[in-house]
C-alpha cells in the first residue's frame, strides 16, 4: 500500500533511489499538459511532406524557454527537443566542471554506471551536503522551466496548466541516447502512433 500524507495516498517516486539527479550525465525529460490539453499547436501533414509540429503562439513560448534554460544553468547543454501538441520531450546534459565530480564519467553525454555507485552518497567537499552544487539538478531545471511558461502562457490562456510531474530518463550509454535523440527528431512523424497522442 501507498504511505500517506496529509491523509493523502502518495504516488511512490519512479525516480531511481540511489541516482543523484545533480550528477553529470543526460536525463530524457517528457513533460505533459494537465489532462493532455492541446495548449502547443498541432501536427500538420500535406500530400507532399511529412507530418511536422506548427507551433501557436503559446507552443513558440515553450520552445523559447526550453532553449533559454543553459541561460539559466550554464552546467547545462541541450539534445534534441521537440515540442509536440500537448507535452515536450528533450534531452538535458548535466555538465558540471570537472574539479566537482571525483569519479571520471565513460563520457561526457553518458550516466556512467560506476558514477551512479561511487556518487549515490555525496560529500561536497568542504561545504558537505550544503553544497549548492547539490541543488543545480533535474527537478530544479524543470521546475524553472515549467514556472516559466506558466507564467507566460497564462497571459494568453488563463487556464493553462502543466501536469503535475514530469518523466525522466537517465541515458546510460551512447547507443541508448543516439535512439532517443532519433526518438525525439521523429516524434511529429510518428505523431499519429504516439503514446501522448489524444
Known sequence: MSDKFKNKYRIP??????????N???????ICTKNREHYFGKIVETPTTEPT?????IGKLTEQYWMEIPNHFPFIELGNFVVMPNHIHGILIIDKPDTFVETPVETRLIASHGL??????PTGGFAGDKNPM???NISRICRWYK???SFEIRKLHADFEWQSRFHDHIIRNAKSFERIQDYIANNPKNWKDDKFHT
Open 116 to 121: 551512479i555507485a561511487s556518487l549515490s552518497t
Open 53 to 57: 509540429m506548427q507551433l501557436n503562439a
Open 134 to 136: 547539490f541543488h543545480e
Open 13 to 22: 517516486s519512479a525516480r531511481l533511489q540511489t541516482w543523484d539527479y545533480g
Open 147 to 149: 514556472g516559466r511558461c
Open 24 to 30: 553529470n550525465g543526460s536525463y530524457f525529460i517528457t
